[in-house]
């Protein structure tokens, strides 16, 4: 199982401002004086021991792609990081191939589904999209999205063939040879998780999901959800601090939580997701440090690998 | 879970030991309750003496949280003291560092709320 990160910011995109990305030049060079950088070799081995000032996490909104050697395509979410994933697609096939796509949705807020208006695959005669989720208004969020006067192209004259499945929390369902739950998470509006296996090896999405803290039998739920899973991709949103005081109620979740539910489900890998747009990514980079210390400092049982998503990441389990 | 609950003039210091985690967070919670009731702005004044605590969850920090929020509310003074240097990087982590008043010893904690209760332990 192979898992790609096209969409890892939370909310809305952003992008590198020509300030920040100035402020990398000026923080790289700077460390640079008197380092002899005289072939592009040295140049690339410094680069890489400068931790993250000379990388983004990046600023598509959600969108993840499970991949499991078949020929249709997984992806959770459509964000705007689907747009970059339709151009990988197209790169690889060209315009002719029919395709297939199975898209599980987390919840219909305008980031998880902002992508879709550009997404290629949908203008293209011959291609099937399959959208799955557990809503009620599953279709009608994705029809508005295209309607006058939000986008010039209504849904209706979309050439593909898409179609809307719901899903219903608890039942097992087998889908491009994938074992998928889903699961009700606490967000505005509901969100789900779902949890996929396949052939041993488990990943769950689990984003714009709030843990209240105050019930530990839905702590229970969700360690069972988690159970053993190779990658629980987790929406780490804001400090634990904040995510209970101040942005009580918005809806996400923070670090340590994840931390907590994966140690507490014997999980091997967590990766945060879902970052906050106010953070940049030398504040990213830091919550990813503070995450791997307080595993460390809490860990009682074996290691939990704790990663940050950034758009571009692929992980094999 | 017993706090152990000691006072110093108008202020009482409540300690809690060991661990504080999913399990024993709602015990936590209920033991701390009556103090916290009398934490008010004409009663006395809380000290949660944090010295003898080795771990602390999510969920009982938390627990600190709204109590936190009640004295607020209440009017009464409620202060963090102590923190072993495991707890204060779990604090520091969890950023609970801005939440909360935290005294580096219950000494200095007393010294913070009331000269009468500094005297008081001292004397003790």
């Known amino acids: 199982m192979r898992v790609r990160f096209w969409g890892t910011r939370g909310s809305i995109p952003v992008a590198l401002t020509s300030a920040a990305v100035k402020q990398k030049l000026v923080s790289m060079l700077t460390k640079a004086i008197g380092t002899p950088l005289d072939t592009v070799a040295r140049i690339e081995?410094?680069?890489?021991?400068?931790?993250?000032?000379?990388?983004?996490?990046?600023?598509?909104?959600?969108?993840?792609?499970?991949?499991?050697?078949?020929?249709?395509?997984?992806?959770?979410?459509?964000?705007?990081?689907?747009?970059?994933?339709?151009?990988?697609?197209?790169?690889?096939?060209?315009?002719?191939?029919?395709?297939?796509?199975h898209i599980f949705m987390s919840h219909l807020h305008w980031d998880h589904i902002m992508?879709?208006?550009?997404?290629?695959?949908?203008?293209?005669?011959?291609?099937?999209?399959?959208?799955?989720?557990?809503?009620?208004?599953?279709?009608?969020?994705?029809?508005?999205?295209?309607a006058s006067p939000s986008f010039p192209v209504d849904f209706s004259q979309l050439p593909a063939r898409i179609d809307f499945v719901r899903l219903d929390t608890g039942?097992?369902?087998?889908?491009?040879?994938?074992?998928?739950?889903?699961?009700?998470?606490?967000?505005?509006?509901?969100?789900?998780?779902?949890?996929?296996?396949?052939?041993?090896?488990?990943?769950?999405?689990?984003?714009?999901?709030?843990?209240?803290?105050?019930?530990?039998?839905?702590?229970?739920?969700?360690?069972?959800?988690?159970?053993?899973?190779?990658?629980?991709?987790?929406?780490?949103?804001?400090s634990l601090a904040d995510a209970i005081t101040v942005k009580e109620d918005w809806g996400h979740s923070s670090n340590v939580v994840g931390v907590e539910l994966c140690q507490m489900a014997h999980v091997k890998r967590l990766c945060l997701f879902h970052h906050d747009p106010f953070s940049d990514d030398e504040q990213i980079a830091g919550m990813l440090r503070d995450t791997r210390r307080f595993e460390e400092i809490t860990r009682s049982g074996a290691p939990l690998e704790v990663s940050a998503s950034y758009d571009g990441l692929d992980i094999v389990l | 879970?017993?706090?152990?609950?000691?006072?110093?003039?108008?202020?009482?210091?409540?300690?809690?030991?060991?661990?504080?985690?999913?399990?024993?967070?709602?015990?936590?919670?209920?033991?701390?309750?009556?103090?916290?009731?009398?934490?008010?702005?004409?009663?006395?004044?809380?000290?949660?003496?944090?010295?003898?605590?080795?771990?602390?969850?999510?969920?009982?920090?938390?627990?600190?949280?709204?109590?936190?929020?009640?004295?607020?509310?209440?009017?009464?003074?409620?202060?963090?003291a102590g923190l072993q240097p495991l707890v204060q990087e779990i604090f520091e982590i969890s950023r609970f560092t801005m939440v909360f008043g935290i005294a580096p010893t219950l000494r200095d904690a007393l010294a913070k709320v009331s000269a009468s209760a500094l005297s008081a332990f001292e004397k003790a």
């Open chain 1, 45 to 101: 081995a410094f680069v890489e021991q400068e931790g993250s000032t000379p990388y983004t996490f990046g600023g598509n909104s959600s969108c993840v792609q499970i991949d499991v050697g078949g020929s249709d395509y997984v992806l959770c979410d459509l964000g705007s990081g689907v747009r970059t994933f339709a151009n990988h697609v197209l790169a690889t096939h060209g315009p002719r191939k029919a395709n297939t796509f």
């Open chain 1, 171 to 238: 039942t097992p369902y087998d889908i491009a040879g994938l074992e998928v739950r889903a699961m009700l998470q606490r967000h505005g509006g509901d969100s789900y998780g779902y949890r996929f296996e396949h052939e041993g090896k488990i990943t769950v999405y689990s984003t714009d999901s709030e843990h209240k803290l105050e019930d530990p039998t839905v702590t229970d739920e969700f360690v069972r959800f988690f159970r053993d899973a190779d990658l629980v991709i987790f929406d780490a949103m804001y």
């Open chain 2, 1 to 80: 879970m017993n706090l152990s609950p000691r006072r110093f003039a108008d202020v009482v210091v409540v300690s809690p030991v060991g661990r504080i985690d999913q399990s024993s967070a709602d015990t936590f919670k209920d033991v701390l309750a009556p103090h916290l009731a009398r934490c008010t702005a004409g009663e006395d004044r809380l000290i949660v003496d944090l010295s003898g605590l080795e771990y602390i969850s999510s969920a009982g920090l938390r627990v600190l949280m709204l109590a936190a929020k009640q004295s607020k509310a209440q009017g009464g003074t409620l202060l963090l």
């Open chain 1, 115 to 146: 992508g879709f208006p550009f997404f290629v695959p949908a203008y293209i005669p011959g291609n099937t999209i399959l959208i799955y989720g557990c809503h009620d208004v599953l279709e009608e969020a994705f029809r508005r999205q295209h």
